[in-house]
């Protein structure tokens, strides 16, 4: 009876081999993948290294390294914040003009007319609240586990880079629904900047286009906000999580004892 399931279960085996060898053995296959199935060593590492959106990632991972505990994935999570602030932001700016006469308008037609307008503005905002926070918290969490040291000081300033990108694009969006708290707001930053010893009154000039928050004000911000910074800000986090990967995976403190560093 046994003899007969295993003779059963090794045709199945079999047949299945056959099935993926054909599979993975075709011309079309081979003209896309250079390699065969992920199943050793050589061919997992092959699939990472020829593959674009796998490059980014280790062959191998850490166990300890995917641990809540260990990142809490702050670094991640400020990422899929950056991606649905993108996705959104796309969207807002089929209904968005970057006009004196026009943003506050749009605004409330998002609000009023356009349909699920308030869900997508508001998750816009939510988004961008939220990224601020995990940033920071990110960056205090790789701080107090000591990940700035050696390799990774490039890194760190990088992160640095990253943070102020992020905290740029949260000043710049916030002039756009040119509201009271926009108008106000973006006021207030300009004569922060005015304070500035020397070239105060030049870099003031720079950020707002003129003497005072008008037209080329919203024009600049809108560029910033929705052209470059998100542009800088993805080619720095690609440098960012190359080099995470770059300099050895996440650090991970010695374990006690001595024992094997999964
Ligand atoms: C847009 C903002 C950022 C994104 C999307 C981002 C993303 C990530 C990701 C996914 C990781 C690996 C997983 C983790 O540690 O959670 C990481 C690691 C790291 N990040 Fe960031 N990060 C950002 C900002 C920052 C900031 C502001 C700093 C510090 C000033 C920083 C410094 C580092 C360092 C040093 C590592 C390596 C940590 C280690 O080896 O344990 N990052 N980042």
Redesign the pocket.
């Known amino acids: 009876m046994s003899e007969t399931k295993d003779t059963t279960l090794t045709a199945e085996r079999e047949k299945r081999r056959g099935l993926m060898a054909f599979l993975h053995g075709n011309r079309v296959f081979r003209s896309l993948f250079r390699h065969g199935l992920p199943d050793t060593n050589r061919n997992r590492a092959l699939a990472t290294f020829s593959n674009f959106f796998l490059h980014v990632q280790p062959v191998k991972v850490r166990l300890r390294a995917i641990k809540f505990t260990q ?1 809490f ?4 999570l ?2 899929v914040c ?1 991606s649905v602030l993108t996705i959104t932001g796309i969207l807002l700016m089929f209904y968005y003009h970057p006009s004196v006469p026009r943003a506050y308008e749009d605004m409330k037609d998002l609000q009023f007319v356009v349909s699920s307008g308030t869900f997508l503005r508001n998750l816009h905002r939510w988004s961008a609240h939220v990224m601020v926070a995990l ?1 920071f918290l ?2 205090v969490r ?1 701080f107090f ?1 000591g ?2 040291k050696p390799p ?1 000081e490039f ?2 300033v990088l ?2 880079i ?2 102020v990108l ?1 905290v740029l694009l949260s000043y710049t969006g916030y002039l756009l629904p040119w509201d009271q708290l926009a108008y106000w707001a973006v006021t207030v930053g300009a004569n922060m900047a005015k304070a500035v010893p020397v070239m105060g009154e030049d870099i003031r000039f720079l950020m707002l286009g003129g003497t005072e928050v008008g037209e080329n004000a919203l024009i600049r911000f809108y560029v910033l906000h929705c052209v470059v910074l998100p542009l800088v ?1 993805t080619v720095v ?1 690609a440098l ?2 190359w080099r ?1 990967r770059k ?1 050895g995976g ?2 991970l403190p010695p374990l006690k004892g001595g024992e094997g560093n999964q």
Do not use: C, K, Q
């Open positions: 990142t994935y702050l670094g991640g400020s990422l950056f940033v990110h960056m790789v586990a990940a700035y990774r890194n760190w992160g640095v990253l943070f992020t800000l986090i960012h999580l995470v300099d996440l650090h």
